[in-house]
């Protein structure tokens, strides 16, 4: 099986291709960044995929795509959401057909479905996203309903839940950080939201099982034992042996400052993150664990100690500029400041 891992330096396409290398004949690697630490036996193919020609060379005598790249919540320029989010998946789906790809497995978002309004959540349930990145993200889903329904691609949708473990940073550097410095850790809701996780070595699992499939399909993965939000963080502190406290700031005024403070990117977050943190989130993963014969073995409390035990290991030596979003850890701005107003 010769496979094409788009977006392949980044964090989620960087351990899957260490998953899958193993267990196929051959991976390569397309993404506009050279990984910084490649293998040798890991083709390296310079690309971007916003550029056809790029794609469309890349994906010749390929049988399995694995779509990764993504510009993520994060990202200041939201054009940028349509541009690669959108535009790009095109890019790879046609150029999918016209190499005559067998498989192709986009990983998506579980924010298409916004603030769901009922739980769990199952993968045919509505899709109302609730800002820019999630739309984008609905949007790619829609683009490959259109390609398997009219170019009849065999395609397999991944929905992942929050990713956690290896070197997963990103927004949660932030938490680390408070907890390894015995600072208050804000929560919404008294923290009694169930909202559920998955570990990368779990997604990286369900992904490639995904791909051995025949037909096309949605599967929502996440992890199967979960808990509170309070619940969750509350073990990362006694597992850091930390003095932090947990407050609840549904009423505090620094709630709707910082909202207004990430609008002009004075602190790393955006608006899902403001809508989403105290509302519960999960998904049933009933069917993928079914089809797929797969079963996640990392609980919410693990993948989360795994994060922070790694966060310690790395904080001194990671550099910002030379990672993707998602493991590095990041500028924090005026949050330097947050703790002192709960």
């Known amino acids: 099986m010769r496979c094409l891992v ?47 020609e790029d794609i469309l060379n890349a994906t010749k005598n390929i049988d399995v795509i694995y779509h990764n790249v993504a510009k993520v919540p994060i990202t200041k320029n939201k054009k940028l959401f349509s541009e690669v989010n959108e535009k790009g998946t095109k890019n790879l789906l046609e150029a999918a057909k ?15 479905f916004g603030i769901p309004t009922k739980l769990p959540i199952v993968e045919n349930d509505k899709r109302t ?18 390609y398997m329904e009219e170019s009849n691609l065999d395609i397999s949708i991944i929905r992942p839940r929050t990713i956690l473990g290896e070197d997963r940073l990103g927004i949660f550097s932030i938490l680390f950080e408070w907890i390894s410095n015995n600072k208050n850790i804000p929560i919404l809701n008294n923290g009694e939201n169930f909202y559920q996780f998955i570990h990368i070595n779990d997604l990286n699992d369900a992904t490639y099982k995904s791909s051995l499939i025949s037909g096309s399909n949605i599967f929502n ?16 502190i006694k597992h850091a042996s930390s003095s932090s406290v947990i407050k609840n700031v549904d009423k505090n005024f620094f709630l709707n400052t910082a909202y207004f403070l990430s609008k002009i990117n004075l602190i790393p977050l955006q608006e899902y993150h403001f809508k989403v943190y105290g509302k ?27 994060s922070y035990d ?17 493991n590095s850890i990041l500028r924090k701005g005026l949050l330097r400041y947050a703790h002192f107003f709960f």
């Open 6 to 52: 788009t977006g392949g330096s980044g964090y989620l396409g960087s351990s899957l291709i260490k998953f899958i290398s193993s267990k196929v004949s051959s991976v390569a690697n397309f993404d506009i960044i050279k990984p910084k630490n490649g293998t040798n036996n890991i083709k390296f193919i310079k690309g971007d995929i916003c550029n056809f």
């Open 98 to 112: 016209i190499n005559k790809v067998k498989k192709i497995i986009y990983i998506s978002s579980s924010a298409v």
């Open 129 to 146: 996203p609730i800002e820019a990145y999630g739309l984008s993200k609905k949007k790619g889903e829609d683009i490959c309903f259109k």
């Open 221 to 236: 993965i996440g992890a199967e034992k979960f808990g509170s939000m309070f619940e969750t963080i509350n073990s990362v």
């Open 280 to 306: 519960s989130v999960y998904f049933d993963i009933s069917k993928a664990k079914k089809i797929l014969n797969w079963q996640p073995k990392f609980s919410n409390i693990e993948s989360m100690k795994m």
């Open 310 to 326: 790694n966060y310690l290991k790395i904080k001194k030596n990671l550099a910002s500029d030379n990672y993707s979003p998602h």
